[in-house]
């Protein structure tokens, strides 16, 4: 098992940074790769960034490019540092984990709440 503890959200104004961190504790191990999701009002869950844990390699939805970054230390917490943002960013923002194999589980954080206002 894997727990996800978000944190970093908040209310900002356009133009604004913000940076969220997650914390994983439990089957560290066990973790292929970690990314953020965000999901505004009336809208489905979309991934915002990806990592792979181990080489690092990471990947962005055409929308965030240029502007968020996700990284990660060596204490198991993934990074999401956010810049320009813009009031189409607000949702929330959720922490996932996913293990290796064929047969992958996918954890979850709580979620974070990130409003930009114009």
């Known amino acids: 098992q894997v727990q996800l503890v978000e944190s970093g959200g908040g209310l900002v104004q356009t133009g604004d940074s913000l940076r969220l961190s997650c914390a994983a504790s439990?089957?560290?191990?066990?973790?292929?790769?970690m990314g953020w999701y965000r999901q505004a009002p009336g809208k489905s869950r979309e991934v915002v960034a990806s990592?792979?844990?181990?080489?690092?390699?990471t990947n962005y939805a055409d929308s965030v490019k240029g502007r968020f970054s996700i990284s990660r230390d060596n204490a198991n917490t993934v990074y999401l540092q956010m810049s320009s943002l813009k009031p189409e960013d607000t949702a929330v923002y959720y922490c996932n984990a996913r293990s290796w194999g064929p047969n992958a589980r996918y954890y979850w954080g709580q979620g974070t709440q990130v409003t930009v206002s114009s």
């Open positions: 990592i792979i844990t181990r080489e690092g390699f």
């Open positions: 439990g089957s560290i191990v066990s973790i292929m790769a």
